[in-house]
């Protein structure tokens, strides 16, 4: 989708490129350094449409990436499913999942009846299909429901987010929420409810053990890159915002899907050295330090494994256990 498609079906009409990005920009100052007046943007339709022309655009192809690390299989079981979007805004992810072929009812639930008129203008205008818009639901759980959050978790708080979770009891649950330190402790408090209702963790951990994180100042997030269209890639560089490399927290979790883990995650990349890379990785839900030596290495394995973002799943042998790291040879890469 490019920005010139998605302007008709904004709720304000920008008079110029630069207006549009006066609009960003006072969000963004919202989202940094006027926190305690985040909630007045949702009362301005421009901010609202700045939003959506922005963040919608973006958003569509972090998606795309984000299943690009989940089993095809389960992404096939997804997408019968009914799909809910919680803390919806105008629907981003809604709009994004039906481009990918999701063939359920959609609903979306958002408090803000401005973000919610503008989600219904979005839907009406690119899809036929029927939308079922609240700020809050009773639940039919007749169909299997597969739920995302889509940057509302770190909003609503992980309290009201298990409240949601205990309503609807989903069959799947998806994360896409920012890469920061404060919400990783949020998300351990949502997987931890997860685990204990039967669901498995697809993504990130190896498995339903503890998180080797849990209790320290460290937190476990990963790193897309998107390419984005030409249009929307303009306006970033205008509004001096990266929306390439992405920081994110990903979580999975299923009750039906039985998927088998990989046992190794890369969850931080460190500056490489003149003789190695150098990794952390989560081994069997432990932290692990890696070293792969680029003597080792062609240049066209050099340059893959220096391309490699945190988040990838591999596969290694041991080729030495030294006091403080374990030296290794790359097997595979996903």
Known sequence: MKLSELL?????????????????D??????????????DYLKDPRLVAAYTAFYLLTNIPKLEEVLKWMPNEWVDELKECDFV???????????????????????????????REQGLKLWKGFHSTELFQSGNYTWNNERPKVVLFGHSANEMGSRVAIDYLEKIRPEHVLFIEPGTKSFFSEMLTIREYLLGQKYEVLFPCPNEGKCPLSGKDDWCHQFIYVEQDSEIERISQMARKDRRLLPLTVHAYSRSYKGQNPQERLVRVFPETKFSFEWEVCHQNQIERYQIMKRDLSKSEAKEIGAVLAGAALETELLKSLESYKRVKILKLK
């Open 85 to 115: 979007d919680l803390g919806a805004g105008p629907g981003t992810f809604s709009l994004a999942w039906k481009n990918l072929g999701g063939k359920g009812t959609y609903y979306q639930v958002e408090k803000s009846a401005m973000m």
């Open 26 to 39: 006072e969000i963004s100052l919202k989202f940094t350094k006027e926190r305690e007046k985040i909630g």
């Open 8 to 24: 008709p079906h904004l709720i304000y009409d920008f008079k110029s490129e630069a207006d549009l990005i006066r609009a960003i």
